[in-house]
């Protein structure tokens, strides 16, 4: 592959697959971090049981788990599986869900609850229980409230907006890391041209491609680690 050049891995083998009449499928990253078009000073912030969804033109990507933010952007688990479907795709809107596990209307009633029991504090202090202390700013900026603003003064709106905020945070998508910041790579010699039993060519005898340099990629799970042993032991068994 072309990613982690650091490694070694200067994408030699699509040079070769060229010089050998193939076709090779453009290289984009994947399994890489988001780069968002704002900052917002929440770097080092982890999430944990959230849901991260990608909105494209043609269709919509959503994955739950672990998040990290980093100083320009989005990292960990779900935002590396997210970067590997929307790669191809023109993006049009990414949000966050912090509490997938509720309705919005479980979620509002849980917020009834929480400002019952809390009538004389700030919303800022309310919301620690719902989100890291770090986040609860930044959070209530982008939604238009105020975190100084006491529990029982909070409207119905603004009661609405916050449940809404809370399952639908929207973040400026600007583009993924660049090819060298992806664990893999996406693209490769067109699959179409060799022989999937053997991993020959199907243009040159003798000719074998295998592993990443193949336009095969799979999300985390150690399925691309699996791809590069089983293409391996394919081509092996054919000599």
Not at 96 to 109: C, I, M, R, T, V
Request: proline content about 3%; hydrophobic content about 35%; glycine content about 10%.
């Amino acid at each position: 592959g072309k990613s982690y050049s650091s490694t070694g891995s200067t994408g030699d083998g699509y040079n070769f697959a060229l010089g050998f009449g193939h076709n090779v499928i453009d290289l984009v990253p994947a399994l890489c971090p988001i780069r968002l078009d704002e900052k917002l000073g929440l770097e080092g912030i982890s999430l944990k049981n959230v849901r991260l969804t990608c909105e494209c033109e043609k269709q919509t990507f959503s994955k739950f788990g672990e998040m990290i933010f980093t100083d320009d952007g989005i990292s960990g688990p779900i935002v590396l599986s997210l970067s590997s479907l929307i790669n191809r795709q023109k993006v049009k809107e990414l949000y966050l869900d912090f509490k997938p596990a509720l309705s919005l209307k479980q979620l509002g009633e849980r917020l009834v609850r929480e400002f019952d029991s809390a009538k004389n504090k700030n919303l800022s202090s309310v919301m620690s229980l719902l989100l890291p202390k770090r986040l609860i700013s930044k959070f209530l900026e982008k939604i238009g409230l105020d975190g100084s603003k006491k529990v029982n003064s909070i409207t119905v709106k603004e009661r609405n907006l916050l449940a809404q905020g809370l399952k639908h945070w929207t973040m400026k998508y600007k583009m993924l890391y660049s090819l060298d910041s992806g664990i893999i790579t996406s693209g490769g010699v067109d699959t179409k041209q060799i022989n999937p039993k053997t991993m020959q060519s199907k243009l040159r005898n003798g000719l074998y491609f295998i592993g990443e340099v193949l336009d095969i990629d799979a999300l985390t799970g150690g399925f691309n680690l699996q791809i590069a042993f089983s293409t391996a032991y394919a081509a092996s068994e054919d000599f």
